[in-house]
């Protein structure tokens, strides 16, 4: 039982570092360009790259 909660936890600490991974990996110019463009979700992914020290 404690082995699956330990696979469980690991994979969701993957997940997560993905994801951070993932979202700073993004170029700030270019979320600017696609907000400019119109794009909302460009617009709520910039807000939380912007301030990428809090992640």
């Known amino acids: 039982m404690i082995y699956i909660i330990i696979v469980l936890l690991l994979s969701l600490s993957a997940v997560f570092a993905a994801l ?7 170029s700030s110019t270019e979320l600017e360009r696609k907000m400019k463009l119109g794009d909302r979700d460009a617009g709520r992914i910039y807000a939380v790259r912007k301030r990428g020290n809090l992640l």
């Open 20 to 26: 951070t991974n993932g979202l700073l990996g993004l």
